[in-house]
């Protein structure tokens, strides 16, 4: 009698403490988009590639680098950065730090041919003021790298420039995702094509958008990127997104929202819908 008068109180204790831990992630792993703080800009945002030789020429080794300062010390600061080689996501690493302005990743991965290795570094800072009110600054840098390679032999790195075959099987790629997610799932005749190379540029805008609301977009983008693609990259797990293509944004050519759209190795697909607020 004594046991079953105490099961009703226990289970209800149990449910607490699994609500508590499925309702509070750890801050660790979470970039937030809050409105932009006017007074913090990134003093360095930088990501390089640097091609290594092995010494026995089997392989070669894609050694990627970030650092980021913001001018002051800020509540929240967390980095996340990811290498692609021939369009496919190979590595995702993160960093996060409380009280503190500056950031820096490093990460490498093995390859056995050649090709073109992309990376993307989001920066990301979080300020919280005396009267609870919470503001954020974001950025991307990016860099990227061809190169020829064969077994026996040091690697080469290719300049790249608007004519160069790495950039031409880039762009080959990313329409056959587009054409495949157009086949497979929804038409996407109006919708203008985006890709993480185009956001990353200091000057871009989203179109139709002020340079305020673009801001505002491509924050909003870059925490669902990170939550729902990037970090799972990082996850030994089913749900890790590695080997995943690189993500096309999808861009409501009347600007009420845009889709991410990625595919799995296994073929299925990542895809993501974020409105756009006026």
């Given at each position: 009698?004594?046991?079953?008068?105490?099961?009703?109180?226990?289970?209800?204790?149990?449910?607490?403490?699994?609500?508590?831990?499925?309702?509070?992630?750890?801050?660790?792993?979470?970039?937030?988009?809050?409105?932009?703080?006017?007074?913090?800009?990134?003093?360095?945002?930088?990501?390089?590639?640097?091609?290594?030789?092995?010494?026995?020429?089997?392989?070669?080794?894609?050694?990627?680098?970030?650092?980021?300062?913001?001018?002051?010390?800020?509540?929240?600061?967390?980095?996340?950065?990811?290498?692609?080689?021939?369009?496919?996501?190979?590595?995702?690493?993160?960093?996060?730090?409380?009280?503190?302005?500056?950031?820096?990743?490093?990460?490498?991965?093995?390859?056995?041919?050649?090709?073109?290795?992309?990376?993307?570094?989001?920066?990301?800072?979080?300020?919280?003021?005396?009267?609870?009110?919470?503001?954020?600054?974001?950025?991307?840098?990016?860099?990227?790298?061809?190169?020829?390679?064969?077994?026996?032999t040091s690697p080469k790195e290719i300049s790249l420039n608007e004519n160069s075959p790495?950039?031409?099987?880039?762009?080959?790629?990313?329409?056959?995702?587009?054409?495949?997610?157009?086949?497979?799932?929804?038409?996407?005749?109006?919708?203008?094509?985006?890709?993480?190379?185009?956001?990353?540029?200091?000057?871009?805008?989203?179109?139709?958008?002020?340079?305020?609301?673009?801001?505002?977009?491509?924050?909003?983008?870059?925490?669902?990127?990170?939550?729902?693609?990037?970090?799972?990259?990082?996850?030994?797990?089913?749900?890790?997104?590695?080997?995943?293509?690189?993500?096309?944004?999808?861009?409501?050519?009347?600007?009420?929202?845009?889709?991410?759209?990625?595919?799995?190795?296994?073929?299925?697909?990542?895809?993501?819908?974020?409105?756009?607020?006026?």
């Amino acid at each position: 009698m004594m046991k079953n008068k105490w099961m009703p109180s226990i289970i209800f204790g149990l449910v607490i403490i699994m609500g508590y831990f499925l309702w509070n992630p750890s801050t660790e792993e979470s970039i937030t988009y809050f409105p932009p703080n006017p007074t913090l800009t990134f003093k360095d945002a930088s990501t390089t590639l640097v091609v290594k030789p092995n010494d026995n020429l089997d392989y070669f080794t894609l050694a990627y680098e970030s650092q980021s300062v913001l001018p002051t010390e800020v509540y929240l600061r967390q980095d996340i950065g990811v290498v692609y080689f021939n369009g496919l996501l190979q590595v995702a690493t993160t960093q996060w730090k409380r009280n503190a302005s500056t950031i820096k990743l490093s990460s490498s991965v093995k390859e056995t041919t050649g090709g073109l290795a992309e990376a993307f570094t989001f920066h990301h800072g979080e300020e919280h003021d005396g009267d609870d009110e919470i503001t954020s600054v974001q950025t991307i840098s990016s860099a990227e790298v061809g190169v020829v390679f064969k077994k026996g032999t040091s690697p080469k790195e290719i300049s790249l420039n608007e004519n160069s075959p790495f950039l031409k099987e880039k762009k080959n790629r990313e329409q056959q995702i587009v054409d495949s997610f157009d086949r497979e799932k929804e038409p996407v005749e109006n919708y203008l094509i985006l890709t993480l190379s185009d956001i990353s540029r200091n000057d871009f805008i989203f179109p139709g958008q002020s340079e305020v609301q673009s801001k505002a977009t491509l924050g909003r983008l870059m925490e669902g990127l990170y939550k729902e693609l990037f970090l799972l990259a990082t996850k030994k797990s089913t749900a890790s997104t590695e080997g995943s293509t690189l993500p096309i944004i999808l861009y409501a050519k009347d600007s009420s929202h845009l889709k991410v759209i990625s595919k799995k190795l296994d073929g299925t697909w990542i895809e993501l819908r974020q409105n756009i607020t006026p």
